[in-house]
């Protein structure tokens, strides 16, 4: 690879074998808890099977999918956390409605973990929304990621430790954005990126960064085309 920015990725069958797993997750048990208290206080306007009255919309299928998904479990826990059930938001506890949200994503398809979902925000950033069978985010897409700036074999550069890809609405961070990276818990992925050498890499290794750049995913690899790579001026540590 040159100092350019390579235009597709496409075709790079060079490039290590990567791969992403969820970190974090809910746990059968929670979602059934949460169950329970859907029955009791939402179910009156969600009706019983989530699929609405009149009263007030589905939490489930196509349309609830696509008002929540690209984006994180965050958004949709502050919905609830802030203003459900409607009308007496206060009358459930953040664990009851955190065992709620397992359940929604449960009935949602998205698999089942090895711990409970918590009311943590970096925790639940962490979990995307997507609807069943498919990516959260389409390959091609502009997208942001935290991750720690790592060596690889030749003069390639690999993301470890990141954060689930977002959709980001510009190219290159903002000061907030930035601050922001600084201040996220890392993750789990993976990726391989594609014209690292342009910003000046060797310099940051070791580093937590903000990366973005276009998408793209399979099943044997996560690559990240660069449009921009910078540094939150923290070290990974362990
Ligand atoms: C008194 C009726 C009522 C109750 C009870 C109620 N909701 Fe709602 N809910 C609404 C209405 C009306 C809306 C649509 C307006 C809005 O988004 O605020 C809504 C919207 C939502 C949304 C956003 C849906 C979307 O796609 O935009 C979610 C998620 C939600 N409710 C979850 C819950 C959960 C979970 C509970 C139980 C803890 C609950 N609601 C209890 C009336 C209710």
Redesign the pocket.
Known sequence: MGTSVPAKVCGLAALPALFASAAFGYTIAQAERGKA??QM??????NSDLNGTA?????HGD??L???ENGSTYA?FV??RD???????AS?TEE??VD??A??LQVNGIPAGQSELKSDRNELENIQIAPKGQQAVPNFAVVRLVGCLTPGSGKSWTLTRTTEPEVAHEDTPTPAALKDAAERMLGAGAFGLLGAVAFKPESHAGQKMEARGLLYRDSVRNLLNLTSLETTGVACGN
């Open positions: 208290s859907y206080s939402c179910s009156e306007c969600h009263k007030a919309p589905a939490l349309a609830f696509k008002t929540w949709l919905k609830l203003s459900m059930p409607a009308g007496h938001p459930m009851e409605k709620v949200l359940f929604l």
